[in-house]
């Protein structure tokens, strides 16, 4: 079993829409979870980083649910720059992280 | 700070070559990882170093990679032989705890021929 699961997409959603991600990890001893951005062809960027009672950062949500290990990123009122990849992160083992496989999402004017 | 650096950004090389991917951490991080990503499997952890000193190095595919940091400014990724199933780009990364962002290099694009 992989360490961290993702639905891959594509999402494909209408500018300001709401869409929303989940991503399954494997391992009950993780203890820092975090959302990274990954445009075309470039690196990937931190988006946020999830913590145990949920955070926001203007349109995006992140939270996190220990009984069934998974994390959830919300995007409200998307946006035509919202179009990314965006990675789940687990950490493991000392500072090993693992990297889901991304979803894709595109916005549609 | 530069962010991390990574040389070079393309490499186009012939099965059989030997190849080198070199990346200069964000100065003051003791963390450096070595990735690697392809459609098919997404980002991989090849190793990862902690105070030049290589931790787990348990992704890495097998012995025709090897890596080394001989010191806390630069690293390497060294293939020999290269193989074609080795196209991929090569992301390298860096972080300073407690902060555990991972601050991620431009990456390497590798083409192997």
């Known amino acids: 079993r992989k360490e961290v699961e993702q639905d891959p997409g594509p999402f494909n959603v209408p500018e300001g829409a709401t869409v929303a991600f989940n991503c399954t990890y494997s391992?009950?001893?993780?203890?820092?979870f975090f959302w990274y951005r990954q445009d075309c062809r470039k690196e990937p960027k931190l988006l946020m980083s999830?913590?145990?009672s949920g955070n926001e950062d203007g349109r995006f949500t992140a939270q996190l649910n220990r009984a069934s290990q998974y994390i959830s990123l919300l995007i409200r009122d998307s946006k035509l720059s919202d179009s990314a990849t965006y990675l789940c992160v687990v950490n493991g083992a000392g500072n090993q992280f693992y990297f889901g496989t991304g979803t894709s999402l595109t916005v549609i004017p | 700070d530069a962010g991390v650096i990574q040389s070079p950004r393309h490499e186009v090389t012939e099965m059989g070559q030997e190849v080198t991917l070199r990346c200069k951490p964000i100065s003051g991080h003791d963390y450096l990882f070595w990735y690697r990503q392809t459609m098919m499997r997404g980002l991989e952890l090849l190793i990862y170093?902690?105070?030049?000193?290589?931790?787990?190095d348990s992704g890495m595919p097998e012995d025709r990679f090897s890596a080394k940091m001989p010191n806390a400014s630069f690293s390497t990724l060294k293939i020999q032989p290269s193989e074609p199933r080795d196209s991929a780009v090569y992301f390298c990364a860096s972080i300073q705890p407690p902060n555990n962002e991972q601050f991620f290099g431009p990456g390497t694009r590798l083409t192997v021929l």
């Open positions: 999830v913590y145990s």
């Open positions: 391992n009950s001893a993780s203890q820092s």
């Open positions: 170093f902690n105070n030049n000193v290589p931790i787990d």
